[in-house]
């Protein structure tokens, strides 16, 4: 668990909250050459993941401009993911393993939605964000264990397909206030 505290005021945070509905509305469909195979699929969002994990190991203080930079770190990779289509034959895979990457995305926008609309002015307490897609991940895995071996070549199983950072939540400790 990962506790990180900022002080910031509500309108600071709507860029953020754009950034994210933008990427989850506005998702482009794939087109063009399909990936070669499923490693370089999942490779297609290794920014999403670098977001992810830049998140998961801030202490300290963090600004508004580290969450916007998160969420177009997430925005771009998950874009890149969607820009072409997984390989022949494992279509499949992609909107399941979509859900990995949005669940996160709409937790994080869920929860700095609810702070923006809070009634209360100040806001102390126990952490609020949990991102977590182990559902979701579960989903894609037996998916792919379903699939042929010959079908899955070019998985590295002891990379995790970058899923490390989201197989195991983690949660952001707030301090939300306004000036």
Do not use: K
Not at 81 to 108: T, Y
Not at 163 to 171: I, M, N, T
């Amino acid at each position: 668990m990962n506790r990180v505290d900022f002080l910031l005021d509500a309108d600071e945070l709507v860029p953020v909250i754009g950034t994210l509905q933008d990427a989850l509305t506005r998702r482009p469909n794939p087109e063009g050459e399909p990936h070669f195979d499923l490693q370089t699929a999942l490779d297609s969002c290794d920014e999403y993941f670098q977001s992810i994990r830049e998140l998961t190991e801030t202490t300290g203080r963090l600004s508004t401009h580290d969450l916007l930079q998160a969420a177009n770190g997430m925005s771009s990779g998950y874009r890149c993911f969607w820009e072409r289509p997984f390989p022949q034959g494992l279509e499949m895979g992609q909107p399941l393993f979509s859900a990995v990457l949005e669940r996160p995305m709409r937790d994080l926008l869920r929860t700095l939605q609810s702070l923006t609309e809070a009634e209360s002015e100040d806001y102390l307490g126990e952490p609020l964000i949990t991102l977590d897609a182990e559902e979701e991940l579960n989903c894609f895995n037996t998916w792919l264990d379903g699939l042929a071996s010959h079908q899955r070549i070019g998985l590295r199983p002891s990379q995790g397909c970058g899923l490390g950072a989201l197989a195991a939540s983690f949660l952001l400790g707030w301090w939300f206030g306004r000036d």
